[in-house]
């Protein structure tokens, strides 16, 4: 039998991480009395407005959607405050005033795709691949001061596979945050869920935002370090490289370790099969890249529309 929870709640979000667990929040029949997501901007051809995914389900459901630009305005905040929230739900979204996320009652609730106090920052998902780790997961916690440094209510793990990327790793994420969310959820309204402290660690592995300087290979590096790297970054922002001037975005790659002599490099072989990096410990084989001005294609299709001479072109 479904229970419909009459708690007051405000969600808040922007990309389609966000919009699925208001989704699954819905469903579970949480009472969501408005959401606030960002404002309509300009993007794709002909640089048209275009709503967050957020603002689209909203819409779909009737839910009242705000789209505040400024979230110190006196009128937003008299609306939100008219809204007499019991919680708040952030996600995806930004940083929030004092004003507003210690607004209602019950506070504003958060959810990080890391195993907090871990890469707190705007790319967990991305370092936690990047770094080589085997496991992560999802924590929600109470929001305060500093960011992702509030008390922890719920966290569950997720393993990450040599065959995860970042695309791959969000979408099992997205799943289990949304299940760990309404488990929050049904545990506050119940009061049976208590907060924790998050326990500083020596060793704190942050998650930066991604910017070109630090989605460039490295390619002095050894090669799973490489792999991960290109793994992090899939499928994006990308990992790139810039090859005699043209920006190569890498998506896919193997790596075979091997000793050699070999000067380090840019390797092809002669029927075409395959591009190589010579790396510290072994071999860097791209298998699906996306040159200046091309598209994206796998390696096979990419080799057969060049000739030689463009390829000798191409230089670490």
């Known amino acids: 039998m479904s229970y419909t929870y009459k708690n007051r709640i405000i969600f808040m979000g922007n990309p389609e991480f966000a919009r699925y667990h208001l989704e699954k929040i819905v469903g579970a029949n949480f009472n969501i009395v408005a959401v606030i997501s960002a404002p309509d901007k300009p993007?794709?051809?002909?640089?048209q407005?275009?709503?967050?995914?957020?603002?689209?389900?909203?819409?779909?459901?009737?839910?009242?959607?705000?789209?505040?630009k400024n979230l110190k305005n006196e009128a937003f905040l008299k609306t939100l405050k008219d809204l007499d929230a019991d919680i708040q739900i952030v996600i995806a979204f930004r940083m929030l005033p004092k004003v507003v996320?210690?607004?209602?009652?019950?506070?504003?609730?958060?959810?990080h795709a890391s195993l907090l106090p871990q890469y707190r920052g705007a790319a967990p998902i991305n370092w936690a691949i990047i770094n080589g780790e085997k496991t992560t997961g999802v924590t929600t916690f109470r929001l305060q001061h500093e960011i992702d440094t509030g008390g922890i209510l719920l966290q569950k793990e997720c393993s990450i596979e040599p065959q995860d990327n970042a695309g791959?790793?969000?979408d099992k994420l997205m799943v289990l945050g949304a299940n760990t969310m309404i488990e929050t959820l049904e545990k506050l309204f119940q009061k049976t869920l208590h907060e924790k402290p998050q326990i500083e660690l020596k060793q704190l592995k942050s998650a930066?935002?991604?910017?070109t300087q630090n989605t460039t290979i490295d390619w002095n590096q050894k090669g799973q370090d490489i792999l991960n790297f290109i793994r992090g970054l899939n499928p994006y922002p990308s990992a790139h490289y810039t090859f005699n001037g043209k920006k190569m975005q890498i998506f896919e790659a193997r790596f075979y370790e091997k000793e050699h002599k070999k000067e380090r490099g840019l390797f092809f072989s002669d029927q075409k099969k395959y591009i190589a990096v010579s790396v510290l410990d072994g071999y860097v084989y791209l298998e699906c890249i996306k040159l200046q001005g091309k598209r994206k294609m796998n390696i096979t299709d990419f080799l057969n529309g060049y000739n030689t001479t463009d390829l000798l072109t191409l230089k670490l």
Request: overall charge positive; some cysteine.
């Open 43 to 47: 993007g794709g051809r002909g640089l």
């Open 49 to 68: 407005l275009q709503e967050t995914p957020v603002t689209t389900y909203a819409k779909s459901m009737n839910i009242p959607c705000l789209q505040p």
């Open 101 to 111: 996320w210690n607004m209602p009652a019950m506070g504003t609730i958060n959810l």
């Open 168 to 170: 791959t790793l969000h």
């Open 208 to 211: 930066p935002k991604l910017y």
